[in-house]
């Protein structure tokens, strides 16, 4: 998402820009996965969208649920849900005129004479940067696949600016800082969806437009509506979707069950949709069905989709390296734990900064301090209150603070001194 971001704000201020991804297919795959909205992510498409089509579904009240599954806690509470997929096609719609179903309702955008020139390359790894003074040499891998075998031949691209958004596991990130490394919290997140007219009565009563929560011991839910296919939002066509976050200590049997796929390869981080063994997903539900309210157990058992993250933690001590030709945004410079909300917001907010900074209209300290101590902030708040959740037994109220806290607006948000500790010597 952050590297799309990129390249349409990019594009919009006049810059010419190459996004290099490395997925084989020209269209990554639907991630089938809600997405809170933050306020930066909605800024973003406020600022840069031309296809007009809304990108959010709101969502008013927050409710807690017992383990019976009864309303315990109810506040109000406004949340704009998205979906991965609806803001992937939104954003590859306004940056190379993707056209999809995603765009019903809204349109193609138009181009505008003033618009950077624009370039899109899958298939390509890269694996190495190179100072050349005046710009940055980028060397990269590009796959061709046919129907009789594929083939990797090594490329190069020189950038003015190199703009690394490669995620968690940044490569770029790697070959900068090779001491930073992404460690496992203890915990993992379940996520699926389920189509609305599926859940049961006493699931959509505390489902639909509600965002609905559950603590237990080592155990969090939270369930809530986002847009169905191709992006709607018409009631009875959207998706129930839940996230659920489960501890599976490092080296335990059961992590290791969970996280070995169906054709018995053992995964890092991530089994995506489809590729979960039958054996560990049943462990998974019978777990569901012994400690989840029966809404959300419920979600479980329904969903066809069900994918594995294990949560983790990273973050690059600056962002800003190769005499300001590579800068690293989103999660490639601070991977946030989910709690926080806030990991699309961070990319889209790293990228607004940054076209401020080339516009002239921020000065580059300026630039430095807003977005790393926005990433140390956040990523420090998502350990705490990830932990609090996880390994300690606390009262609800607890909790529904921790959520209320994570929910302020980064406008309002007073950071803590240390974050800016050291930023003058970036
Ligand atoms: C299923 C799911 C649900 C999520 N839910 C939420 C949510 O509710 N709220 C929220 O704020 N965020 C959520 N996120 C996180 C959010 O999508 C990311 O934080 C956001 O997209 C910004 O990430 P990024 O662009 O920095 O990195 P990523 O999204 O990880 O993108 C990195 C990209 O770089 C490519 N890449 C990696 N290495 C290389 C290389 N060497 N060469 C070329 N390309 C490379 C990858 O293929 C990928 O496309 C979710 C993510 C997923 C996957």
Redesign the pocket.
């Known amino acids: 998402?952050?590297?799309l971001f990129a390249g349409v704000a990019l594009k919009t201020h006049g810059y010419n820009t190459t996004i290099?991804?490395?997925?084989p297919e020209n269209l990554?795959h639907n991630?089938g996965?809600?997405?809170?909205a933050?306020g930066d992510t909605l800024e973003f498409f406020k600022r840069y969208d031309r296809t007009g089509k809304p990108v959010a579904v709101p969502s008013f009240k927050r409710l807690y649920l017992n383990r019976k599954g009864d309303v315990i806690h109810e506040e109000i509470n406004r949340q704009n849900m998205t979906s991965?997929d609806l803001c992937y096609y939104l954003l590859r719609a306004n940056y190379d005129q993707i056209d999809s179903p995603y765009l019903e309702g809204g349109k193609l955008p138009e181009i505008r004479p003033t618009d950077g020139q624009i370039k899109y390359i899958y298939g390509?790894?890269?694996t190495g940067i190179e100072d050349k003074d005046s710009h940055v040499l980028v060397s990269?891998t590009r796959n061709h696949h046919d129907d009789n075998n594929a083939t990797e031949e090594p490329s190069t691209i020189q950038a003015d600016i190199l703009i690394a958004?490669?995620?968690?596991s940044?490569?770029i990130r790697a070959i900068l800082e090779p001491q930073v490394q992404r460690t496992y919290a203890g915990y993992c997140v379940i996520?699926g969806t389920v189509p609305e007219p599926e859940g049961s009565p006493a699931a959509l009563a505390v489902f639909r437009e509600r965002f609905c929560f559950f603590h237990g011991p080592q155990m969090q839910n939270l369930t809530y509506t986002i847009a169905g296919e191709h992006g709607t939002t018409e009631p009875g066509k959207r998706l129930l979707n839940f996230v659920w976050y489960a501890n599976f200590p490092e080296g335990s049997l059961e992590l290791e069950k969970l996280m070995t796929d169906k054709e018995g390869r053992r995964r890092r981080i991530t089994i995506p949709p489809g590729m979960i063994a039958p054996g560990p997903w049943e462990m998974v539900k019978e777990m569901g069905q012994q400690r989840l309210p029966p809404q959300m157990a419920e979600m479980a058992e329904k969903t066809r989709s069900p994918f594995v993250q294990c949560i983790t933690d990273v973050i690059a001590p600056k962002n800003l390296y190769m005499g300001d030709k590579v800068v690293l945004?989103?999660?490639?410079l601070a991977g946030f734990r989910?709690h926080t909300?806030?990991?699309?917001?961070q990319?889209a907010f790293d990228v607004m900064c940054l076209v401020e900074w080339l516009d002239g209209k921020v000065e580059r300290r300026e630039f430095v301090r807003r977005t790393m101590q926005f990433a140390r902030a956040m990523q420090d708040m998502g350990v705490r209150i990830g932990n609090r959740s996880q390994f300690e037994e606390l009262d609800v109220g607890e909790y529904i603070e921790d959520r209320n806290f994570a929910s302020i607006k980064r406008e309002e948000r007073v950071y803590p001194a240390w974050t800016a500790e050291g930023l003058d010597e970036i």
Do not use: N
């Open positions: 998402m952050g590297g290099l991804e490395r997925t990554l991630q996965a809600g997405i809170v933050g991965w390509a790894t890269v990269y958004a490669d995620g968690p940044s490569t996520r945004i989103g999660d490639s989910p909300v806030a990991s699309t917001s990319a």
